[in-house]
């Protein structure tokens, strides 16, 4: 049996409707109201705005007023429908043009366990009909959008649209939004021109290309969307229908509806009558018991019910003591300090990054050091004076033995990659260009540098280094309805041309060049930045798995910055990702996109994260940022073969200019310009302690073990954003209100116990990094937050940023012991457990 049962509450009718389906599915339709789909048990196929989900027992996907969506049912299914109204949730929330970011398919947000309680609360509470379950209804309600507001809503003011002219889209929204606005009306594509003082024939083309459909196309679309949604949810004649939602006639409606969907609106509303039961109160419970979706309902809950109250949680409340037991281990691979980020090769030549960059080997040592603009202008390598082009390379050698002095291996990005500084998503501080040369000028000059290194270096040194070719993030056309019908091209097989061509025989010229000399080097790319053009990846990989010339390994960026599309199909980027799992997330899609191409054994290296790209944040001198380090590089440990992840970046040398005289200015380098130790290079000091073996690791721990009877513990309490971190610009929060833009101040109470050590007296060493020890944003605050720092003020900054450190001795009778500690908001911990020699 299909079923549906509809519930409005007397006193919040107006704000929130909720639905109870089983077995239904629905054409594609659109609706003012915000929808809610939250899924009980089966299966059900939602599309929202041609995006396909798979929702299983637990998940919800929120639908955005006036979005396209639909969804198909499998059998024996059971799902609720929420619908909020958008003008009472608008007023209620003081915020227009309501947009959510809102789906447990897609992404593992934080407070995703949170909403499902509330839901699961609110729908115990929705079973009760009686007069006292309405005030706990609204309670239940209201939390329910609380929380949506407080880490799912969006703020319109910081989406940026991301095809081709700021001017043009700006001219599409108005466009779309009159349309949406007036949908009902007898609108014509002369009336849309008028108002917005443009020529028809401009318009018609416009419109066409920016959306892929015509006017007329377009506006039917709008039409019947709504119009599907009044068939099913209304008891008006379908005449009417057709009418209030803009079509002229029964006719006209008739034909558009039997082009979309291959049947008539009178055959699809028989189809659907009987499908749907409605109950308008809470006190009408004639048919409750006979109606198989709210029996389901009822059933589900009781079970939940009696689950929690018979169960003893297995989890460990804030204080209990978890248990770690010393059993089989695992090797692991310490992919976070292979690759050190320095930047621009010119900033090498510095003596202060020089300086900074020989601290960072002696304390933390790293295994290859990336740079690019090797061949940059300012390294002057050629010499056209005589006629002919002579190379140079004196600047170069002077960087590469200096690298190779201190132990590192050059890892270098080739091609014409200009310098950045960016303030946030889309300011831009510095642009330092390159010059273009063309194929012929690129492989003379790589000949000549690979040639007197292989003479000055050893071939079977240059052997050893990496080599990443660059690709400008432009290549694609940015207009998003073109690329679309290029990919439809391409699955047609229309035509065959790769859309990577050019960078293909560049890449191709290049490996074929320096395998000839150097036939051991690693060669690849392309470094695809994830967060601006991951949904390319799969095309990339499919032709270059067809290119003659493969990459040796595939190098990309991670960011946490989303993209999504809005509710008239026109891409969005958020400023900042809500998902807290946005690295291990990403990297397991890069795998299974390696997998389908047939690249699964591909190398994978991702050569730049972090945060933010903005170096004008001063999150990135908080204490905050080695949390964030420890629990990201933890959580993505032995998880999708990472050969080497490269934190960016080295230093705030480079991303030093006019406006940063103050000892911070939000760089996102390890150290200050002035050399000063931030929490993150901290942090890569205390994760450089961990043993070669895995024991265990937790959601905020590791446990490692090095030869003998020593063990190493890392643990760090991590907060994430709350929701007013993403309604704000990037590094717009005063550099007082750092610490005030967390879903929580709470301190975390470790207990952990090591069951299995072996017996006898051990140095227990115990390391401290938070905001009291080891943070240069806080002792900057406390400092008074001067601009005139002298030198002996800086040597005090570099003594007094440290970590705090104490040794106990502690003795092991019954081969365990417990460490404990009261961890502060944004902490990273060590333990260094030793037995002494000949004290067992």
């Known amino acids: 049996m299909v079923g549906s049962h509809t519930f409005q509450s007397s006193i919040d009718s107006k704000l929130v409707t909720i639905s109870v389906m089983n077995n239904k599915s629905n054409l594609e339709h659109a609706h003012r109201e915000i929808e809610l789909i939250y899924m009980i048990k089966g299966n059900l196929q939602v599309k929202v705005n041609n995006k396909i989900f798979q929702m299983n027992s637990s998940d919800f996907v929120l639908v955005n007023s006036n979005e396209f969506h639909s969804f198909q049912s499998d059998k024996d299914n059971l799902f609720i429908v929420f619908q909020f109204n958008y003008f009472e949730l608008s007023s209620l929330l003081a915020q227009k043009n309501l947009v959510f970011t809102c789906n447990s398919v897609e992404h593992d947000h934080s407070a995703n366990p949170k909403l499902r309680k509330v839901i699961e609360d609110l729908l115990t509470v929705y079973m009760k009909v009686n007069h006292f379950s309405q005030v706990e209804y609204l309670e239940k309600t209201y939390k329910f959008i609380s929380l949506l507001r407080m880490n799912f809503l969006q703020n319109q003011g910081q989406m940026l649209l991301t095809t081709s002219i700021k001017g043009q889209n700006d001219r599409l929204t108005e466009i779309i939004d009159y349309i949406q606005s007036n949908y009902r009306e007898p609108l014509s594509l002369e009336e849309v021109a008028s108002i917005h003082y443009l020529s028809i024939p401009y318009l018609s083309k416009y419109f066409k290309k920016q959306t892929g459909k015509t006017f007329s196309q377009y506006l039917n679309e709008i039409r019947l969307a709504h119009a599907v949604n009044e068939l099913v949810n209304s008891d008006k004649p379908i005449t009417r229908i057709a009418l209030d939602n803009g079509f002229p006639n029964l006719a006209s409606f008739n034909r558009v509806f039997n082009e979309n969907y291959q049947l008539k609106p009178v055959e699809y509303r028989k189809q659907m009558s009987g499908k749907t039961e409605k109950k308008d109160s809470t006190n009408d419970t004639s048919n409750l ?148 040369r063309t194929l012929s000028e690129w492989h003379n000059l790589v000949m000549a540098f690979l040639l007197q290194c292989i003479e000055r270096y ?107 599309r809005d509710k008239y199909r026109v891409p969005i980027k958020n400023l900042h990702s809500t998902n807290p799992h946005y690295v291990l997330n990403k990297l397991n899609d890069v795998r299974k996109s390696l997998k389908k191409a047939g690249f699964e054994n591909l190398e994978l290296n991702v050569t730049e994260w972090n945060i933010s790209i903005s170096n004008r944040n001063y999150l990135n001198d908080s204490s905050f940022k080695a949390a964030y380090m420890a629990k990201n590089i933890v959580e993505n440990l032995n998880q999708n073969q990472v050969k080497m992840m490269g934190y960016w970046l080295c230093s705030d040398i480079f991303s030093d200019f006019r406006d940063s005289k103050n000892i911070l200015h939000g760089g996102a380098g390890l150290l200050t310009k002035n050399g000063i130790k931030k929490p993150s290079y901290h942090a890569f000091v205390l994760l450089k302690q961990l043993g070669e073996i895995l024991v265990a690791k937790g959601e905020n721990y590791i446990v490692t073990k090095k030869s003998g009877n020593r063990y190493q513990v890392l643990c760090f309490n991590y907060k994430h954003f709350n929701y007013s971190y993403y309604l704000h610009p990037e590094g717009s929060t005063g550099l007082h209100e750092q610490y005030e833009i967390f879903e929580n101040n709470e301190t975390m109470n470790l207990s952990l116990e090591l069951q299995g050590i072996a017996n006898g007296k051990y140095r227990v060493k115990e390391l401290k990094l938070n905001r009291d020890h080891g943070s240069i944003l806080d002792e900057w605050l406390r400092f008074g937050v001067v601009d005139d720092i002298k030198a002996d003020e800086v040597d005090y900054f570099k003594q007094i940023c440290v970590p705090y450190m104490k040794v106990e001795h502690s003795l092991v009778e019954d081969h365990s012991i417990v460490l404990k500690g009261e961890l502060q908001p944004h902490e990273v911990r060590l333990f260094e457990l030793n037995l002494l020699f000949g004290e067992r």
């Open 289 to 436: 018991e006979t109606n198989e979706a709210l029996t389901e309902l009822r059933d589900y809950l009781k079970s939940t019910e009696e689950k929690s109250a018979q169960s003893i949680p297995e989890s460990r409340s804030n204080g209990d003591t978890e248990i770690v037991k010393i059993g089989k281990t695992d090797a692991y691979i310490k992919y976070w300090n292979r690759l050190l980020n320095i930047g621009y090769a010119k900033d090498l030549l510095n003596s202060d990054m020089q300086e900074q960059i020989t601290l960072l080997q002696s304390e933390i040592g790293f295994t290859y050091a990336r740079f690019w603009g090797l061949f940059g202008d300012d390294m002057l390598l050629e010499d056209r004076s005589g006629g002919t082009v002579t190379y140079n390379f004196s600047n170069a050698n002077k960087l590469l033995d200096f690298l190779i002095k201190n132990k590192l291996k050059p890892f270098i990005e080739l091609g014409p990659k200009p310098k950045i500084i960016q303030k946030a998503i889309g300011e831009t501080l510095v642009v330092q260009t390159i010059s273009e």
């Open 458 to 564: 050893s071939i079977e040194e240059v052997e050893t280094w990496y080599f990443e070719m660059w690709r400008p993030m432009d290549e694609f056309n940015s207009e998003t309805q073109e690329e679309k019908e290029f990919l439809e091209k391409i699955k047609n097989n229309q035509i065959q041309e790769p859309k990577y061509s050019e960078f293909f025989k560049i890449f191709s010229e290049f490996k074929k060049t320096a395998k000839e000399l150097v036939p051991g080097a690693k060669i690849g790319g392309c470094g695809l930045s994830m967060d601006l053009e991951g949904d390319k990846l799969d095309l990339l990989l499919e032709q270059w798995k067809q290119e003659e010339i493969q990459p040796d390994f595939l190098s990309i960026y991670l960011y946490p910055i989303e993209i999504d």
